[in-house]
């Protein structure tokens, strides 16, 4: 099973997931697989001590290994036949016969399932659970073979012939259910996963490939750098929130790009409800916006973590509601406006996580804002500001929250709420978002 994973792994899933060599270990590791025929013999307490001290070798030639490709960006994958909790799981599922009776496994404290805080635990453990009479004739196949072959160098590692294992679990049907609830209760792997054993080989394969594949997919993204989004509707604290949280992290603040190159000596009431605000038509204005916003996006180095307010997704909803108000308004349209922005979308996510912190205020917030900061009302001049500071707030967070929930992973996407003003207020504003994406890693 290790192999074959491991072969699936190199030819393929590390092409299309960009993951780097892929290692096959397991307990006891082949540096001291020589000897472990002579603790197995020995058993009880001097064979567990064998085992554990396994474990730590295995860790050991583990780092060596890292150390050796510390230059490489890539991950390294370690596939492991059997570790720490294995070792934990067969000790405490069985109990010799002179010893006191056998205790649930459910009703034994948690800290005996939990992995030593010396020894590193794996980011995914699979249980591979087999029925009773499955596993009994295969490890009466697996004596057959051992009896009538002979290992050699490019054989997978047989278990020792003086491992009592085999007819223990054969003999005793509850020992193997001890062991695999044991093995559920272990405290340490990041994640832990079931997977049938009692289907074909191929099956079993297929279904541990997709959970290495997805756990493997999630710890690649994770390395990426990230893309921080601030949406909202005018005077919803984009620019300071965003000004203060890039301060904070040390990465790049990217202001507004409509905002940029917007002429503020044309600005008329109301216009921007069709475009760059001076009134004249939304269409060459929003494709003008759009373009700009794709050559900053091409101009950020890849592994640069950055702070945009806006981007394509505020970009999209303010285009939208040009639209909206204009004559030319067309499903044709608003699908080509949704399918550029998309594949814009599409191209900062290959190589970046982008993750979208929508900041929601109410209209009287906005309305109160523009009165406390007079360039607001300079920046966005309105003709009545009651109705249209109601209308930008209901359109554009509609339409933000509409867009953000179609493209992008819920997991990556937080909404708060950002009507009380000052400075603390901002503070920690800024610092809950900071936490957020601190628990995204």
Request: aromatic share 6%.
């Amino acid at each position: 099973m290790v192999r074959r994973l491991a072969n699936e792994l190199s030819s393929t899933t590390t092409k299309s997931i960009g993951i780097g060599q892929v290692h096959i270990c397991a307990t006891p590791t082949a540096s001291i697989s020589n000897v472990r025929p002579v603790f197995d013999k020995a058993g009880g307490s001097i064979a567990r001590a064998f085992y554990m001290c396994s474990n730590y070798i295995l860790q050991y030639e583990i780092r060596k290994a890292c150390k050796q490709r510390c230059n490489d960006e890539k991950i390294s994958v370690f596939i492991v036949d059997r570790w720490y909790s294995s070792t934990c799981a067969y000790t405490i599922g069985y109990k010799n016969t002179n010893g006191p009776p056998k205790e649930s496994i459910d009703l034994l404290p948690d800290s005996l399932f939990k992995w030593p805080r010396d020894l590193c635990p794996p980011d995914l453990m699979i249980i591979l659970e087999v029925y009773d009479d499955v596993r009994i004739k295969r490890v009466s196949d697996r004596a057959d073979r051992s009896s009538s072959t002979q290992n050699t160098v490019d054989d997978p590692p047989q278990a020792s012939r003086n491992n009592p294992w085999d007819e223990r679990l054969s003999n005793d049907t509850e020992l193997g259910q001890r062991i695999i609830s044991a093995h559920h209760r272990s405290l340490g792997p990041l994640c832990i996963k079931k997977v049938d054993a009692n289907k074909t080989p191929d099956e079993v394969v297929r279904d541990v490939l997709d959970i290495t594949t997805t756990q493997l997919t999630d710890k690649v993204r994770a390395l990426f750098p990230m893309t921080v989004v601030l949406t909202g509707s005018h005077c919803s604290g984009k620019t300071s929130n965003a000004k203060l949280l890039a301060g904070y992290l040390g990465w790049q603040f990217d202001p507004e790009i409509g905002d940029i190159l917007r002429d503020k000596d044309s600005l008329v009431a109301d216009g921007h409800l069709s475009g760059d605000g001076s009134g004249k038509d939304g269409n060459d204005w929003d494709t003008f916006v759009h373009e700009k916003e794709c050559e900053r996006d091409s101009s950020c180095p890849q592994s640069k973590n950055r702070v945009v307010e806006t981007w394509h997704i505020g970009n999209l909803a303010w285009a939208l509601l040009h639209l909206n108000g204009s004559d030319s308004l067309s499903d044709e349209k608003e699908t080509m406006l949704k399918a550029r922005s998309e594949k814009a979308l599409q191209k900062e996510m290959k190589y970046r996580n982008v993750v979208c912190i929508h900041l929601q205020t109410s209209a009287e917030t906005t309305m109160r804002r523009r009165q406390t900061h007079p360039d607001n009302a300079l920046r966005l001049p309105m003709k009545n500001e009651q109705e249209e500071c109601m209308n930008l707030c209901s359109f554009l967070d509609h339409q933000v929250m509409a867009l953000l929930n179609e493209h992008i992973q819920k997991k990556f996407i937080l909404v708060l709420n950002n009507d009380d003003d000052g400075e603390e207020a901002m503070g920690q504003k800024v610092s809950e978002i900071a936490s957020y994406l601190d628990s995204l890693k």
